[in-house]
Nanobody, 125 residues
Framework: QLQLVESGGGLVQPGGSLRLSCAAS????????IGWFRQAPGKDREGVSC????????NYADSVKGRFTISRDNAKNTVYLQMNSLKPEDTAVYYC??????????????????WGQGTQVTVSS
């Protein structure tokens, strides 16, 4: 069974940065496209960014373009989400998931599976 584990969340001031990690321990992450999603209190989960298995293709939600960067190190079996210029509205639980259809690049929740447990990101002064 595929298992993903997120880490790197925390409390940061507006304008600050965090780097999230998504690691796999039971399978080869490099075989899958990976997506990052987030869910704020009282809101639906939304797609943030995704990356192809090779790392050559990426996609971002408009709300994070220019501030977030997704990358991967398949040798370390890890995908990263570098988040800069954080805003209070970025506060959410962040999840990573493995793409399970060819439409992963559209960042729709239904095209992903094997969700991690999430990591909390709080942006507040």
């Amino acid at each position: 069974q595929l298992q993903l584990v997120e880490s790197g969340g925390g409390l940061v001031q507006p304008g600050g940065s965090l780097r999230l990690s998504c690691a796999a321990s039971t399978f080869t992450l490099g075989n899958y496209a990976i997506g990052w999603f987030r869910q704020a209190p009282g809101k639906d989960r939304e797609g943030v960014s995704c990356i192809s298995s090779s790392g050559g293709d990426t996609n971002y939600a408009d709300s994070v373009k220019g501030r977030f960067t997704i990358s991967r190190d398949n040798a370390k079996n890890t995908v990263y989400l570098q988040m800069n210029s954080l805003k209070p509205e970025d506060t959410a639980v962040y999840y990573c998931a493995a793409g399970r259809t060819q439409n992963w690049w559209l960042l729709f929740e239904a095209d992903f599976g094997s969700w991690g447990q999430g990591t909390q990101v709080t942006v507040s002064s």
